[in-house]
């Protein structure tokens, strides 16, 4: 098939998938497009079957804010013609199911059918989209999909009860791929963070308000006190220097390390002992998943999607959001006690290849499939 997938191309989860997937399917020898203002950061574009087009947004200064979706609809008019592509999926429904559905009616009028795929990742739905200003335009565009599908069972659940939903939602969960990690055994160079043999905690987010980042350190401050470890910080984001000053105010600073938006999370999780998610909402909550597959029990908050990938007592712990010191107990239940914490790690990574690319994949595959033939007009 030949599609284009449009995305956020950053640092976020929805990007990480929608590219991943791209290079799974393109591996399949589909020809896949990338539609986007920028190179998604896990592109790799000298790869067979992938391309990546980009969306230019000329600045107006008479505009105070400039139409992207305008120009990406009309790009995807244009590639979809010039490269004749089946099918477009888009990830995140603001605004690209909406422009999606755009480029749709101006090909319709000159007589070429695009289907087009929206996956919903979250905060498109619990957070912006359900916000008045573009609530209606929101649920217009996933009504107009030629097919929905949602990362879990909880963001279903949550979509149908914040927008008038007239068309089937499909769960297919994020992935993982599993054979990449396998086939892997790197070097894992633990004393680059841990030279005193302290355990090593890690947590990955954007550091939005919703991520709770300063949970993340309480808990490890308590942690801390009990079993020397080191914390490990990655991304960026507005809480970021309430957390850094929080440390530097309360004798943390050497055993915090802020490393910023990086490209070796694998390089990260390979030397983590446990990984902290405390969000207040988390639809899916792909840096856990990722974590699993690198053998890290995860303790997290039982909220969304959490408790569909991490199992309580088995790959990880959830608990309420907000109650930094259960985490901090559990946490120190694991570190403190090698066995157990050994048999997490263990069935963390099984459970991790519940969520193996292929199978996913292929589901994708098959609603593609459904989209192209099921011609609406
Ligand atoms: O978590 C974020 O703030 C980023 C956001 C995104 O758009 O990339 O993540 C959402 O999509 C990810 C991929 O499907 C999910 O793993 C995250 O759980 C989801 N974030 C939220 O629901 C808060």
Redesign the pocket.
């Known amino acids: 098939m030949k599609i284009g997938i449009v995305c ?1 191309p950053t640092f ?6 929608a590219t991943e997937l791209g290079h799974a399917l393109s591996s399949k020898g589909h020809e896949i497009h990338f539609i986007t203002y920028q190179q998604p950061v896990r592109l790799n574009t000298l790869k067979a079957h992938i391309h990546f087009h980009e969306v230019n947004v000329p600045k107006y200064p008479l505009f105070q804010y400039q139409p992207y979706e305008l120009a990406l609809s009309s790009k995807l008019v244009q590639v979809v013609k010039k490269e004749q592509l089946e099918l477009l999926h888009v990830h ?1 429904a603001i605004p690209h199911a909406y422009a999606a559905y755009m480029a749709q009616k101006m090909l319709e009028d000159q007589g070429i059918y695009i289907p087009f795929v929206t996956t919903l ?4 739905i ?2 912006v989209g359900s916000h008045p200003f573009y609530k209606d335009a929101v649920a217009f565009s996933i009504n107009h999909s030629n097919a929905v599908t949602s ?1 879990s069972k909880s ?1 279903k659940v949550d979509t149908l009860r914040l927008f008038p939903i007239k068309t089937n939602i499909q769960v297919i969960y ?1 992935f993982i791929n599993v054979d990449f990690y396998k086939s892997r055994q790197p070097p894992c160079e633990r004393d680059l963070i841990a030279p005193k043999g302290e355990k090593i905690i890690t947590h990955i ?2 550091f ?1 308000p ?2 709770r980042v300063m949970d993340v350190i309480k808990t490890f401050e308590i942690i801390q006190d009990k079993c020397p470890s080191k914390l490990v910080m990655v991304g960026d984001g507005i809480e970021k220097n309430k957390a850094k000053l929080y440390c530097k105010e309360n004798g943390l600073e050497d055993k915090v390390l802020f490393l910023g938006k990086s490209n070796e999370i694998d390089r990260i999780l390979c030397f983590t002992d446990l990984f902290i998610l405390p ?1 207040e ?7 856990a998943l990722e974590a699993m597959i690198h053998k890290v029990p995860v303790i997290a908050t039982n909220v ?2 959490l408790p569909e990938i991490i199992q309580e007592g088995v790959s990880g712990f959830l608990l309420n959001v907000g109650d930094y010191k259960g985490m901090a107990r559990q946490g120190l239940e694991l570190l403190l006690n090698p066995q157990k914490h050994d048999d997490f790690k263990n069935q963390a990574f099984e459970q991790a290849q519940q969520f193996d690319l292929k199978r996913i994949v292929e589901q994708y595959e098959s609603v593609y499939q459904e989209a192209i033939l099921k011609k609406t007009y």
Do not use: I, M, Q
Request: glycine letters at 22%; proline letters at 0%.
């Open positions: 956020y976020g989860g929805s990007g990480v998938v995140y990742h979250g905060t498109d619990t957070l990362v963001l994020n987010s954007n939005r919703l991520k969000s909402k988390e639809s899916f909550g792909l840096a969304g999607g």
